[in-house]
């Protein structure tokens, strides 16, 4: 079934670049879209064997030599996240069989499909790798198609300027990456996906910091995101929704892959770990609140939640390191349950906005409103992931987030006073997250959906075609099950494995939640009037309204800006024209408000500046500088790589 998959996925790879042009253009790319559909569903009934049954898969692809070669090796951990990459692929694939006719041209149209299909199986056979060269290969792969479909609209400065910053963060992931790589195998002599028990603990600490770094800076933890607020914005849609909720939780298994095994944790591993994680979360709905661009709100919400994600894997690794084994298995159920909660719900509304702007041709917020009456289904599967991400009972992301404050409501059991102040620090700050979070998608469903249109295209919106919606269904369908079978879910998992979940809090919350709204629901189809008044909203003495007295997106977040204004460091700007030269009598003006961009202005455009800076430099070097002097100094670079890979060994 795995095989059938990555053939499947492959021919839906190939067949659109063979027929790329001709008549079989069209009838070949609906072909891979189907093929692409039946390898993600291979994808997830082979990861559920895995789960269930511990159907275990180990197979060479290619052998170079007795220690080089592509394998791939699935355990249960790989399995869970093929059964992600699956079950996201599936409903974005049938998703594109209309999004992807939108497209000017055929070939375009194929090059897409093309490229969606090697993009989601490079994302099967990263979390598949069964060793550090195998899972290199695999991982570049997956950068370089994710990278071209970034591109996709190359002739927009927009996506140069994202492709750009994606290009450079990927590639510095990757370094840090191969540092890791390299100090593992040169201290155990193995390709093993594991960090060698025999490494001194400041090596052992320079591993963990290359990997948190090289896999935090594909995830997006902050000072790591600046490429994600470029990079979705850019994308089609479907791959906004791939990337988002699967390509960064890649990332994740990178990190549980390497810290799961490994027997001492260092306290300070899982401490910087919650500390990244509880930055990350609190900034990136901080920062979402701001944004009025519908996609980039979306990528800085993925912020938030890969900074939930990191928390609880922050406190796998501290409870571990304490030996209070139930709650660090707490913890690390709360980083996978959310991982599969975030990949879903975000998924669902990133192709739920891809319709919008498909429909209204606009991702400014400010611009949209009143889509509830012309996009109606569009705007139930919206507000369902809304309410799945906000961490709302009964849908699946208030589950997660449940556990993991469960987990920090437990620190009193940890010995160090100190670290119990830290760990309810956090909890403060990600209960703060989960309300700012609500509030940002208060601010845009209301602003998006109610409302009258404030502008022409708003107005001429239309409902997307039917295998649009049938994406997104099955995406809301599963923010509904697993949030309301959560305890059921659960309770299969302890059986299976011996663990124990003790969720009867959730259990109730959920059951009273469920028998509240049924309650309201019947009171008021019994006892509430029938009778209906249809009138005006009283608009200041106005006959009627318009768009101009609606509570903009601005205006909502705006109380929020003054509140954080130490973070945004806001700067207002007002310009005002008159009718005459004493300036009495007014006639136009405009208003802005600019917000610090604090990572780009004083992290990343100080280093671009010393790079190109040292870069111009031996540019000019290079023209005074003969052959010769390059292959000596050529020589003594290899040579103390050479010294410092023997001192390391």
Known sequence: MYIGALVCLLCASLLPLIFSVGPLQRFARKVALALAAVGALSAILFAIRVLLYEDMLRLDLLRISSIVGLSVDIDLLAGFFVFIIGIVALPVVIYSFSYSEHFQSGMSKNLFVS???????????????????????????????SFLLVMFDYHSPKCRKAGLFYF???????????????????AGGSLSLAIPPSLSPWISGLVFLSLMFGFGTKAGVIPFHKWLPYAHPASPSPISALMSGVMIKVAVYGLLRFLIPFQSPSLWWGVVVLVFGTVSAWLGVIYALK??????????????????????????????????TALAY?????ALFHTLNHAIFKS???LSAGGVIQSAHTQNIEELGGLVKTMPFSAVFFLVGAVAISAIPPLNGFVSEFMLFQALFSSNQVGDPWLQVLLLVCLSFLAMTSALAAACFVKAFASVFLALPRSDEARSASEVPFPMLAGQAILALLCVVFGVFSLQLFSLVGQRFGIGFDLPDLLSLTAVMIVICFAVLLLLRFFASSRTRVGETWGCGMSRQTPKMEYTASGFSQP?????????RPKKVNSRSYHDSCQADFSEGEAEIHM????EEYVYLPLARVIRLVSSWFYRWQNVVDIDSFVFFGFLSILALIVITGVWA
């Open 291 to 324: 944004e009025h661009d519908l996609k980039r709100l979306l990528a800085y919400h993925s912020i938030e939640n890969i900074g939930i994600i990191w928390m609880g894997i922050g406190l796998f690794l501290v409870f571990s390191f304490f030996h209070l």
């Open 560 to 568: 929020i800006v003054e509140i954080f204004s130490f973070i945004y």
């Open 348 to 350: 669902l509304l990133f």
């Open 168 to 186: 450079v963060m990927t590639q510095l992931s990757t370094a840090f990456l191969l540092l890791a790589f390299l100090v593992i195998y040169s």
């Open 596 to 599: 610090l961009k604090f990572f």
């Open 330 to 334: 707490l913890g690390l159920a709360a």
């Open 115 to 145: 490229l969606m299909s090697f993009f989601i199986l490079s994302l099967v056979l990263v979390v598949s790798a069964s060793d550090m060269f195998s899972f290199l290969f695999f991982w570049e792969l997956m950068s370089v198609s």
